[in-house]
């Protein structure tokens, strides 16, 4: 039998303590404008090519946050994303690795990453 599951990923859940300020947060982190309306009172889709990212704050719980990368966002200048992420004054956890990827936490703890593709 043929599986009807696809190969594809559909989107990641990050879970948030507070929808509007991730909301607020992430669409500024990523340069976009938060106009989008939030579902169900707990999910906001980000804008994003390729594998949704979807925050939902009704998934959260204090200290299950992501300890590790679940996905990374791609960048093609890894230096310019270091140091713009250093200038909005978000967590980097991690110096450039092997000049290729950096780790930082979101404001909830998530730990993510950035990587130049």
């Known amino acids: 039998m043929k599986s009807p599951i696809q190969r594809k990923a559909g989107a990641i859940f990050i879970p948030v303590k507070n929808i509007e300020k991730a909301r607020d947060w992430y669409c500024d982190l990523l340069g976009i404008s938060p106009n989008l309306d939030i579902q169900f009172g707990h999910l906001y889709i980000l804008p994003v090519e390729n594998v949704g990212v979807i925050l939902d704050s009704k998934i959260y719980e204090e200290g299950k946050t992501f300890a590790t990368p679940a996905f990374h966002f ?19 956890v991690t110096p450039i690795q092997h000049d290729h990827f950096f780790t930082f936490k979101d404001p909830d703890g998530n730990l993510l990453m950035v990587c130049e593709c």
């Open 74 to 92: 791609n960048t093609k200048d890894i230096h310019a994303s270091y140091e713009y992420m250093n200038s909005k004054g978000v967590e980097v």
